[in-house]
Nanobody, 127 residues
């Protein structure tokens, strides 16, 4: 069974930090690029960050550049999103998603077309 399970969300004050984890199982994790997305109430889902299957390429949406860091541990089938200097506008449900990227191991994707999605984890930043 394919699973992506997010964890690490919660309530934090503005300026604080959280580290989200995305644990994968049921597929060949090393063949997939991973993206983090978020959806705030009343807003469309947006791409936040992504990392290629090789781990070499990462992208960030402009609003989180310099504050968020994505990384992956292929041995643990896990992708992390370190979120620092959090702002109230970062409040949203955060989802991870996987997209098979063979043979393009250095690509990752912000688009919504992914093969697998997690259920999401709530991040709330109080001002």
């Amino acid at each position: 069974e394919v699973q992506l399970v997010e964890s690490g969300g919660g309530l934090v004050q503005a300026g604080g930090s959280l580290r989200l984890s995305c644990a994968a199982s049921g597929f060949t994790f090393g063949d997939y690029a991973i993206g983090w997305f978020r959806q705030a109430p009343g807003k469309e889902r947006e791409g936040v960050s992504c990392i290629s299957s090789s781990g070499v390429t990462t992208y960030y949406t402009d609003s989180v550049k310099g504050r968020f860091t994505i990384s992956r541990g292929n041995a643990k089938n896990t992708v992390y999103l370190q979120m620092d200097s959090l702002k109230s506008e970062d409040t949203a449900v955060y989802y991870c998603a996987a997209r098979r990227s063979i043979p393009y191991r250095n690509r990752c994707y912000f688009g919504s077309v992914h093969d697998y999605w997690g259920q999401g984890t709530q991040v709330t930043v109080s001002s």
